[in-house]
Antibody, heavy 118, light 110 residues
């Protein structure tokens, strides 16, 4: 079964840092692009970042550029999101998702909640 | 990158059809045949329903169909069922080599 499991969320103060992980199983992780998408409480989906299959190319939403870093360890079948200089507006459930076809995301993990508050 | 525009809500009775629009620009929806649609039930992760404008992944009901004209993509749900009540989001590849989601549409089955 193809599965993605996020971890690493929690409560952090403004200006703090957090690293999210996404453990993949049931497919050849190194063959796929991977994405992070977030959803603030009661709000819509927002694309955050993607990384290509070998980790050599990344892209970010303007709202997180320069603060967040996406990376992957294909030997460990794990995707990461390093989040620095966190702001209240970064509060959201963060989902990881596998990229398929050209812009399809499937499947998605269950999400991990990041709350930025003093 | 601004979010794609979707109606906040649509509704229909069981058995009817509803259509959700997704309007972007020539830099996203209109420029590429890379539009996808997602269904999200409350408290759950999104699920891919349509990719590349009109293709259904294995296991998705053929009551769901997608299309595109110019800068606007559409998702049609035919034979509306109670289980279709959910939020729906479109997404498009963009000229910045990124992705952008729509504002989301709540589908209510009357």
């Amino acid at each position: 079964e193809v599965q993605l499991v996020e971890s690493g969320g929690g409560l952090v103060q403004p200006g703090g840092s957090l690293r999210l992980s996404c453990a993949a199983s049931g497919f050849t992780f190194s063959n796929y692009w991977m994405h992070w998408v977030r959803q603030a409480p009661g709000k819509g989906l927002v694309w955050v970042s993607h990384i290509n299959s070998d980790g050599s190319s990344t892209n970010y939403a303007d709202s997180v550029k320069g603060r967040f870093t996406i990376s992957r360890d294909n030997a460990k079948n794990t995707l990461y999101l390093q989040m620095n200089s966190l702001r209240a507006e970064d509060t959201a459930v963060y989902y990881c998702a596998r990229g398929i076809y050209y812009n399809g995301l499937d499947p998605w993990g269950q999400g991990t909640l990041v709350a930025v508050s003093s | 990158q601004s979010a794609l525009t979707q109606p906040a809500s649509v509704s229909g009775s069981p058995g009817q059809s509803v259509t959700i629009s997704c309007t972007g620009t020539s830099s996203d929806v209109g420029g590429y045949n890379y539009v996808s649609w997602y269904q999200q039930h409350p408290g759950k992760a999104p699920k891919l329903m349509i990719y590349e404008v009109s293709n259904r992944p294995s296991g998705v009901s053929n009551r769901f169909s997608g299309s595109k004209s110019g800068n606007t993509a559409s998702l049609t749900i035919s034979g509306l069922q109670a289980e279709d009540e959910a939020d729906y989001y479109c997404s498009s590849y963009t000229s910045s080599s990124s992705n952008v989601f729509g504002t989301g549409t709540k589908v209510t089955v009357l």
